[in-house]
C-alpha cells in the first residue's frame, strides 16, 4: 500500500525502508523516547531491524500503508515516524508517532501529523482517525490538540505502563474527514 512522499519546511515523510534501522536504533534507544510506547528502548541495532521488517513492512498485509519515516533534509537522517498501525472497523483507523527527542518541542510531530492526517483522509479514504495518549505524556496532549482532535473519553485500562507494571489512564480522541481543517 503506496502513500505519496510529502514535504513540509526541511522535512520529508517517506515510506519507511529497512535502511532506516540505524536512525531508528538512535531515538529508539532513548528511554525518554520510548516510556510511553509499548516498544523499546532497543539494545542493539537488530531489534530497529526487526521491528521495521515485522511491524512496519508487514501492515500492508493487515490492509494498512507501511508507515512513514520523517526524514530531516538537511541530515538526511530519519528522525521519527507517524503511521496508521490499527484498523479500528471499516474506514476507521488509529495513528501514531515517536520522534527523536532532539527535534521535541519545534513542531515537528504537529506538522507531520497534519500531513499524515491528510494523506489517510484524502487520498486512503479514511472516514475517521483516532489517536490517544497516556495523561502523562503532555508533549503527545499538545500535538494531538493542535491538529483538533476532538476529546472522545478517557479509559484506565488502555494504557498500560510496561515499567510500572500498572494500567494508567488515557485520553482519546478523534477526528472525521467533514471535521477536518
Request: include cysteine; glycine fraction near 8%; aromatic fraction near 16%.
Amino acid at each position: 500500500m503506496k502513500q505519496p512522499v510529502i514535504y513540509f519546511d526541511h522535512y520529508m515523510l517517506r515510506d519507511i525502508e529497512l535502511k532506516d534501522a540505524n536512525d531508528m536504533f538512535v531515538y529508539g534507544s532513548d528511554i525518554e523516547v520510548v516510556k510511553f510506547l509499548s516498544w523499546g528502548p532497543y539494545m542493539d541495532i537488530t531489534e530497529a531491524y526487526g521491528s521495521i521488517k515485522r511491524y512496519f513492512l508487514e501492515r500492508p498485509n493487515r490492509g494498512l500503508p507501511v508507515g512513514y519515516a520523517i526524514v530531516d533534509l538537511e541530515s538526511n537522517q530519519m528522525i521519527g515516524t507517524v503511521d496508521f498501525h490499527t484498523i479500528v472497523e471499516d474506514g476507521v483507523v488509529e495513528a501514531g508517532y515517536c520522534l527523536n527527542k532532539a527535534y521535541w518541542n519545534k513542531g515537528v510531530m504537529t506538522k507531520a501529523l497534519r500531513k499524515l492526517l491528510e494523506v489517510g483522509f484524502y487520498y486512503h479514504g479514511y472516514k475517521k482517525i483516532i489517536i490517544g495518549h497516556a495523561d502523562t505524556n503532555i508533549g503527545s496532549k499538545r500535538v494531538i490538540e493542535k491538529n483538533n482532535f476532538i476529546f472522545d473519553y478517557k479509559d484506565n485500562e488502555k494504557y498500560y505502563n510496561r515499567f510500572t507494571g500498572l494500567h494508567e489512564p488515557s485520553s482519546w480522541y478523534y477526528l472525521t474527514k467533514e471535521q477536518f481543517k
